[in-house]
């Protein structure tokens, strides 16, 4: 069998046969996406040079991008794009291409996505001769060659066929196949291409999912798909490729958002999809000021390693101090042997020195003089590290967890507030004037939020001075974030309101002014390179 046929993977369309004399294949200039209403997009300045914006998902090195204190994402230009716009890109860029290597707009798609949307790739392979090693690779038939077909049943529209999927009958008009003459039903058409699209999330199907499905005419395969949400996942998956490989493009994080973000440059700054989640464009993580992205990384890395598991090994055991198997005391004295039968040792289990020195006690405090000398001996063992360390990510992790945990509870914190927006209504109070509610809690918001990720920005911070400064900015910020907390989980009373109100608005006042000092401290650190860093 030739080489091509083994690619010929084409619906056979009833309304448009090709007949045995038709000539080459007319080249396409326009990508057929089925029954989708395509709208242009409105850019918000630059040029929509995205088809040449290649490099990667993510931007920007990992950093801050010198996002300074005060600066909220409007600062940071960018626009939330709906599937249908991206397919819009996604037709002009393979326009651009087709007007030099003129293929119909289906195979062009596919050979940009084989090499990640590069047309200078493309264009260098595609002009260097060996065009069906490149067809053949992007498992698509060369459009220059005329498909050899084997001969569709003839039968006519009335009369019935068994489909051999289903082992129903229908009438011929309901069947439809590829190219190889293999025909089967509408139904199980559609059944079979709806798994491929949900469950396995290919947007080019095969009958055996290694060779792709020549979809020339989409319009037939989503006439196979009745549900929409079948196909609003097709058109994600097509346009994936496209948007992985865009480092001006990022699909939003949120579950079950189809909505991508564009920049006019890619940087680690605060970008906001129409669904209100609010994430860093660089990393894809929810916006993370004042940690940078890459400790950011190691500090969710750390996480979901550390399992309750490990952390109760960390602080119940101890390693053998010569074959550093680990040890598990199960009874009161401190006399220990090692279990591994290739070491035996006997070690103290207090001091993990050698047991034949002891005699019945632990004689280690018997030769140091003072505490000092007795801390700095404890911190040089092995055991003792382990176990500070422990201590001090738990201390970390838990401020973390605790702030992130507020945060969880954020929508019930709103509808607590607007309760008491509406009773502060009845006491003669206007829409306008209980406002200042509203405005703390959105403070309040965001101060936690800085003060979660300033805890991962603190883990893995060295001590000097400038680390003294930041600590104690950190401080004042946690102590003042928890009093205006205070405030708004208090009892309202007619006697208390205007107390309340301007009690509210003084702290929330004085939280934003902190956690504009706190950013600013740790942007001028970023950008004098005052800080050290822990290499965990």
């Known amino acids: 069998m030739d080489s091509d046929e083994g690619y010929n993977y084409e619906f056979d369309d009833e309304e448009e046969e090709c007949s045995e004399d038709s000539g080459e294949e007319e080249a396409d200039d326009t990508l057929d996406l089925g029954e989708v209403e395509l709208v242009e997009p409105v850019v918000a300045g630059g040029d929509r040079g995205e088809c040449g914006e290649n490099g990667g998902g993510s931007g ?15 600062d940071y230009r960018f626009e939330v794009l709906t599937t249908e716009q991206i397919l819009q890109h996604m037709v002009e860029c393979i326009r651009e291409v087709n007007e030099v ?96 699209i949900i469950e396995e999330g290919m947007g080019q199907v095969g009958p055996d999912a290694v060779f ?45 958002c189809h909505h991508v973000v564009k920049v006019q440059y890619p940087d680690a700054k605060p970008v906001r999809c129409k669904c209100g989640r609010q994430f860093c464009f660089n990393c894809g993580e ?47 004295c ?5 279990r591994n039968q290739n070491c035996k040792a006997e070690f103290c289990w207090v001091c993990l020195g050698p047991w034949e020195p002891h005699g019945s006690a632990c004689t280690f405090r018997a030769f140091l003089t003072g505490a000092s000398e007795i801390e700095q001996a404890l911190s040089d063992r092995p055991g003792s590290r382990s176990r500070a360390a422990l201590q001090r990510y738990l201390f970390y992790c838990n401020r973390y967890m605790n702030h992130m945990q507020s945060l969880r509870f954020e929508h019930k914190l709103y509808a607590q507030v607007k309760q008491k927006m509406e009773e502060m209504q009845q006491h003669n109070m206007s829409w306008i004037e209980v406002q200042f509610l509203k405005k703390a809690v959105d403070v309040l918001c965001q101060c936690r ?5 300033t805890y991962v920005f603190a883990f893995y911070l060295k001590k000097n001075n400038q680390s003294i400064i930041f600590e104690n900015n950190q401080a004042d910020l946690e102590n003042a974030t928890e009093v205006l907390s205070g405030y708004l989980e208090r009892d309202i009373s007619q006697d208390s309101l205007q107390d309340i109100k301007q009690k509210v608005q003084d702290k929330y006042r004085y939280c934003e002014s902190r956690r504009r000092v706190l950013l600013q401290h740790v942007h001028e650190g970023y950008e004098k390179d005052l800080w050290e860093y822990i290499e965990d």
Request: with cysteine.
């Open 449 to 453: 939020s800085t003060l979660m990720f």
């Open 60 to 74: 920007g090195g990992g950093g801050l991008g010198g996002l300074g204190a005060g600066q909220d994402e409007e």
């Open 286 to 332: 929810n916006w993370h000021d004042p940690v940078k992205c890459k400790w950011l990384r190691k500090w969710i890395k750390k996480c979901d390693d550390d399992s309750e598991t490990s952390n109760w090994i960390a602080a119940n055991t101890k390693e053998c101090p010569k074959c550093h198997v680990t040890i598990e005391k199960d009874g009161g």
């Open 101 to 196: 290597i003129q293929n119909p707009a289906t195979i062009t798609r596919i050979l940009l996505s084989h090499f990640n949307w590069d047309k200078e790739k493309l264009m260098e392979r595609y002009f260097d001769g060996n065009l069906d090693k490149l067809f053949s690779e992007c498992h698509v038939i060369n459009p220059s060659k005329k498909a050899r077909t084997r001969p569709m049943s003839t039968r006519s529209s009335n009369q019935d066929m068994h489909c051999q999927i289903c082992y129903l009958n229908f009438p011929n008009s309901y069947f439809t196949g590829l190219e190889c003459g293999h025909k089967f039903c509408m139904q199980c058409w559609g059944d079979y291409l709806t798994t491929k």
């Open 212 to 256: 792709i499905l020549r979809n020339s005419n989409a319009a037939v395969l989503m006439r196979l798909i009745t549900d929409s949400k079948v196909k609003l996942k097709y058109q994600h998956l097509i346009t994936n490729s496209f948007v992985e490989c865009n480092r001006l493009l990022k699909w939003c994080p949120a579950p079950d």
């Open 334 to 338: 401190n006399h220990m042997v090692c």
